[in-house]
């Protein structure tokens, strides 16, 4: 059974607007969640992360929202650039004694120019 | 960034070869991990190592064996592969509860 779930498999924004991307889990160990970015042919780049105390963490363009009544993260990106373009893993972390990371099967963002 | 590198990034081999993939790290990380990314499913952690001991093996076929010699270097040895094998075979590595690092992946088809 999948724990981490991301249930758009692609995703189009205009340039200049806001990229929302979703991210299900369910298993409440969670403590820690993750987002990273993956160009074809490269291995994916850490993004941003929130710890499961917060409900939001802000890094330029980027924000995570984390709603843990709801088990659900979101990935907020404004304004959305073409270079954003990318797959968009969300991950989490259980508090068990070896960190140990659960992926979702990610998202393509597409953004148009 | 290539504080990752991962060697060789495409592998074509028959069912009855033994290669091995090889990472290795240069930002002094604690921690290694093999993934295995198919497509449309989510990475699937394969093994994990802390300082050099194998602390994961997340239900792997034997016929992929992993072998981490020091903290800087990993490898996964292969033998006699099925053509489901055929994914993308990443390397990460991690320092205590800092986010991972990832290689660029080795491109692997089994024939």
């Known amino acids: 059974d999948q724990q981490v779930k991301q249930n758009s498999p692609s995703l189009s924004v205009q340039e200049g607007r806001i990229s929302i991307l979703n991210c299900d889990y369910t298993?409440?160990?969670?403590?820690?969640f993750l987002w990273y970015k993956k160009y074809p042919a490269e291995g994916p780049t850490f993004l941003i992360s929130?710890?499961?105390?917060?409900d939001k963490n802000e890094d330029g363009r980027f924000t995570v929202f984390l709603n843990k009544s709801a088990k659900h993260l979101s990935l907020h990106i404004v304004p959305s650039q073409p270079g954003d373009s990318a797959v968009y893993f969300c991950?989490?972390?259980?508090?068990?004694?070896?960190?140990?990371?659960?992926f979702g099967t990610g998202t393509r963002l597409k953004v148009l120019a | 960034e290539t504080g990752v590198t991962q060697t060789p990034r495409h592998l074509v081999m028959g069912m009855t070869n033994k290669k091995s993939l090889k990472c290795e790290q240069h930002?002094?990380?604690?921690?290694m991990y093999w993934y295995k990314q198919s497509a449309k499913k989510p990475l699937e952690l394969m093994f994990v190592?802390?300082?050099?001991?194998?602390?994961e093996n997340n239900s792997v076929p034997s016929r992929f064996s992993p072998e981490c010699p020091n903290s800087s270097h990993l490898f996964l040895h292969l033998h006699t592969l099925q053509p489901e094998d055929s994914a993308l075979y990443l390397c990460?590595?991690?320092?205590?509860?800092?986010?991972?690092?990832f290689g660029d992946g080795t491109r692997l088809s089994i024939l």
């Open positions: 990460a590595s991690s320092q205590g509860a800092q986010p991972q690092h």
């Open positions: 298993n409440s160990m969670f403590d820690y």
């Open positions: 929130i710890s499961s105390i917060k």
């Open positions: 991950a989490a972390r259980s508090t068990s004694g070896t960190y140990k990371y659960i």
């Open positions: 930002l002094g990380h604690n921690a």
């Open positions: 190592y802390n300082f050099k001991e194998q602390t």
